[in-house]
């Protein structure tokens, strides 16, 4: 393993970091807030701590990354970024405590938009701003960012790639590495626009309309508002909103050959159709659960249904509804929901659909050949045949982000949170939700979890995040071994 790349791909990523402070910045000087002087020695730091990294390694002539590095580099990035996006609400006061800062910073880029704030339209701009951004960085991928800006390092950006978006197919859109990153933040950036521009159409000022659409891109959930969308009571935002979350949380490589002019690659897509079934399916049970003693008419219960729904199943944790008041069943089918997850490709977190389809195609598998053993079968998706190695991979994901969810549960459990508000902690952490049941349900946060929990939450957005294996491969004995 090289750790001078490493170091330096690092201080490359920190760098960039600190260069994306002067938006909000930019705005706190503009609007005369108070938390200027906090941003610019934010970016101050972050600026020279990337500058040292990137001096100190000045002498590294070897540009070939293996998988090892590209792995470290990946999850080492993320961590790092972590840090350095706490500085803004540690030195401007917002969140003056470290592990809330933490928390907050390592929420946001993991597009998990589980806060600790309780008062949030009270904060300056320039920190909504950067609270906002953090997710719409994180979103796409600050890696696949900087592989898409920085092709003059000559190191191979597909470690990076494959590292960061560990699904179980790598979808390359063109040869060159680079280029598919550069394709995907375009297409990112085109569809945030687009829902800039509705929002301003609705009736949203400009400076609520780019935050929402720097966290509905990204499926992060953070909102400038105390009550998120609920604050707006506007049946036209909630459905712009859910139309964008679903599109975010669909695979961008569809969205790719959708602006090519293949008008029916969703309906083609053996995962796409699966996801919109799914969704379809959920919208309509809750629907018909909520109407009557909850909400009397019939449009109403859609429009929620079909806003909560959405926004769980791609991970994004909007809330235009206090769905704690709604009934049991319909809480579980959320709490399902936040298991599932949105298409590989996508934004999202979660198990992810392609997934959970591999699995119902491969259990079945093992059932028809029970029957008929001399039978010669293959998993196919899309009408592809699904190799072996890519199945054991699906088992191994999904028994690890079990068991991690378990061990995660009884941490949570162990500190004296309900079951109810332990479970959903972890499972709106691991799946980069944000909002669960009990004290972190949609009304509340997750400023009165304890400092311990924070952390095993904080590991928790991490993991589901880079999707596991990532992080993972760094405990093994055998990664550290020449």
Known sequence: ??????????????????????????????????????????????????????????????????????????????????????????????????????????????????????????????????????????????????????????????????????????????????????????????????????????????????????CTMPTGGFSTKNTSLAHYNSAYFDFVIVIFMLLAGINFSLHYRLLKGDLKIFGKDAECRVFLILVGAFILLVTLDIYGDLYSSLFQAFRYAAFQVSSIITTTGFVSADYEKWPHFSQLILLICMFLGAMAGSTGGGIKTVRLILMVKHSYQQIFRIIHPHAVTTVKLGGQAVSEDVLSSVWGFFFLYMGLFVIAFLAMASMGLDYISAISSVAATIGNIGPGLGIVGPIRNYLEIPTAGKWVLNACMLLGRLEIYTVIVLLAPEYWRK
């Open 1 to 214: 393993m090289n750790f001078q790349i490493i170091l330096r791909f690092t201080g490359i990523l920190i760098f960039f970091l600190g260069v994306a402070m002067a938006p909000p910045l930019g705005v706190s000087f503009l609007l005369k807030d108070d938390c200027t002087q906090s941003l610019l020695l934010s970016m101050a730091i972050t600026c020279s701590l990337g500058i040292l990294l990137f001096v100190f390694t000045r002498n590294q002539k070897e540009k070939h990354l293996n998988h090892r590095d590209g792995v470290a580099i990946v999850t080492l990035g993320w961590m790092m970024a972590g840090l350095v996006g706490a500085l803004p609400y540690l030195f401007s006061g917002t969140l003056p405590d470290f592990t809330n800062a933490c928390f907050e910073s390592i929420s946001g880029f993991t597009t998990t938009g589980a806060s600790v704030v309780t008062d949030i339209e009270s904060l300056p701009e320039g920190i909504l701003l950067w609270r906002s951004l953090t997710q719409w960085l994180g979103g796409m991928g600050i890696i696949v960012l900087s592989i898409a800006i920085l092709p003059f390092l000559g190191i191979g950006g597909m470690q990076l790639y494959k590292a960061e978006i560990p699904s179980p197919v790598v979808d390359k859109l063109k040869p060159r590495i680079s280029e598919t990153a550069r394709i995907l933040w375009k297409i990112y950036l085109l569809i945030t626009l687009l829902q800039v521009l509705l929002l301003l159409a609705g009736g949203m000022n400009l400076f609520d309309s780019v935050c929402h659409a720097f």
